[in-house]
């Protein structure tokens, strides 16, 4: 999503909204300029370029309206991949409409029938293509000629298909990784992480790193509140959210095992702060912002949290998470999506397939934005080279990274599901529930939705 260090800061950094012909107040601006586009086009005829970029040119002008949700940083790049796209594609044009409020407010556009051309989606799209509010892209993408698995891999190709269609190109991608401070590592004699750890090295880590009180207290490890860190020890414990008819298999011995380690690491090694801990630090409190303040040996995040570590005086080292019977981590990232009513399809896909090319993409790691979802761009110099940080970064451990996610469990019940466990696993995370009580409590919710 954008960035979700934010999502625990705001809890949703990438989450925003505009209501188009609803009376609520829209930031939107084109792509070329900032002024505000309200050309709209009747009919006219267009092809889906074979090559990104090559797009025929329409009879007579068209506006495509492009949504998406993000900090300022994020209108600006797309602002300058949507004018890129404008500049190589004369009578056509694209309005950017950037929401603060996104997913309740694309949910109420969609009802309303007033949903974008093109949107940004995260884990919503098999809800939204569940409900027939997005237009499958299959014949698109092999008039294209596109081998979609080897542009953005086939994680996020799974992820944004459903019932056989693909809904979404994968635009951002990214993945859960280990951030850890090597002069905590240093100063506590510990070995740094290597591929081979599992969840004993962790925590006999984390042991090592916990250390004495008040303002000079530090913690092996710390963790936010949010879907990725939860499955992630499902998902290696060998568990599994969801099986591949869509069926709710959470409650299993794999998923007691991996909560029973995830509720001890605060209730019984006390390694990693509770929820009132966080709390008595102070507003804004949060794994993230400890960590950034050196009081932290480990914790598992995406690649902008580098944006909060530039002016930190401590050495940071990136690795591959440990694991248990899989060796797996939490994905990231969004995909473009196309309205079921739109107007013009063909140059909607058109747009689509250039913005995931690689010149577009460079665009994201040129601004050190995010993780590109293009594989090429991903593997490039381009993307080692950006300003992501002023810490040495090991670019084989971000790649290794990405090529080792699981596909998430984003369904059509995602959205009801997320809610219940985010809300059932707060016991959890405060070192106090019982997780087989806590598995009962969540299926039993989820079957009665």
């Known amino acids: 999503m954008k960035k979700h260090l934010l999502k625990n800061l705001l809890v949703g950094a990438c989450i925003t909204g505009l209501l188009v012909g609803c009376g609520q107040t829209t930031t939107q601006t084109g792509a070329a300029d900032t002024q505000e586009s309200t050309?709209?086009?009747?009919?006219?005829?267009?092809?889906?370029?074979?090559?990104?970029?090559?797009?025929?040119?329409?009879?007579?002008?068209?506006?495509l309206k492009f949504s998406h949700y993000g900090s300022e940083a994020d209108q600006k790049v797309y602002a300058e991949r949507l004018a890129l796209y404008e500049e190589t594609h004369p009578g056509i044009t694209v309005e950017q409409i950037y929401i603060p409020d996104y997913p309740a407010q694309l949910k109420t556009m969609i009802a309303?029938?007033?949903?974008p051309d093109?949107?940004?989606?995260?884990?919503?799209?098999?809800?939204?293509?569940?409900?027939?509010?997005?237009?499958?892209?299959?014949?698109?993408?092999?008039?294209?000629?596109?081998?979609?698995?080897?542009?953005?891999?086939?994680?996020?190709?799974?992820?944004?298909?459903?019932?056989?269609?693909?809904?979404?190109?994968?635009?951002?991608?990214?993945?859960?990784?280990?951030?850890?401070?090597?002069d905590l590592f240093d100063k506590y004699g510990v070995e740094y992480p290597t591929e081979d750890w599992t969840w004993d090295d962790m925590l006999a880590a984390a042991q090592k790193m916990t250390a004495g009180s008040g303002e000079e207290e530090t913690w092996g490890y710390a963790q936010d509140y949010w879907w990725p860190f939860h499955m992630n020890w499902i998902y290696q414990a060998g568990g599994k959210v969801m099986d591949e008819e869509g069926n709710f298999v959470m409650n299993s011995p794999e998923s007691v095992k991996a909560l029973t380690f995830l509720r001890d690491l605060a209730g019984k090694y006390d390694v990693v702060p509770s929820r009132e801990e966080y709390a008595n630090m102070g507003s804004g409190a949060n794994a993230g912002t400890l960590f950034a303040s050196g009081r932290v040996g480990m914790m598992l995040n995406g690649m902008w949290l580098f944006s909060s570590l530039q002016d930190s005086d401590f050495e940071v080292g990136v690795s591959v998470p440990w694991g248990d019977q899989e060796k797996v981590t939490s994905p990231f990232g969004n995909a473009l999506a196309i309205s079921s009513n739109c107007q013009y399809p063909e140059q909607a896909f058109d747009l689509i397939n250039f913005m995931t090319d690689v010149q577009e993409q460079e665009v994201i790691v040129k601004y050190a934005e995010d993780v590109p979802a293009n594989m090429d761009v991903l593997k490039s110099d381009a993307f080692k080279n950006a300003p992501w940080s002023s810490h040495e970064i090991d670019f084989d451990q971000v790649i290794k990274c990405n090529e080792m996610t699981y596909t998430p469990p984003i369904g059509p019940n995602w959205t009801t599901w997320d809610a219940i466990i985010n809300e059932e696993m707060a016991s959890i995370y405060d070192g106090t529930g019982d997780p087989q009580e806590v598995l009962d409590r969540i299926e039993k919710r989820v079957n009665e939705e």
């Open 39 to 63: 050309t709209e086009a009747e009919d006219t005829t267009g092809s889906t370029a074979e090559e990104s970029g090559d797009a025929a040119e329409p009879t007579e002008n068209i506006t």
């Open 112 to 115: 309303g029938g007033t949903a």
């Open 118 to 182: 093109v949107m940004q989606i995260e884990e919503n799209i098999i809800s939204f293509a569940n409900q027939g509010a997005l237009l499958p892209l299959n014949d698109y993408i092999e008039k294209a000629g596109l081998d979609l698995e080897a542009r953005v891999g086939k994680t996020n190709v799974e992820k944004n298909s459903y019932q056989g269609q693909i809904y979404g190109v994968a635009d951002r991608g990214g993945s859960m990784m280990l951030f850890y401070n090597k």
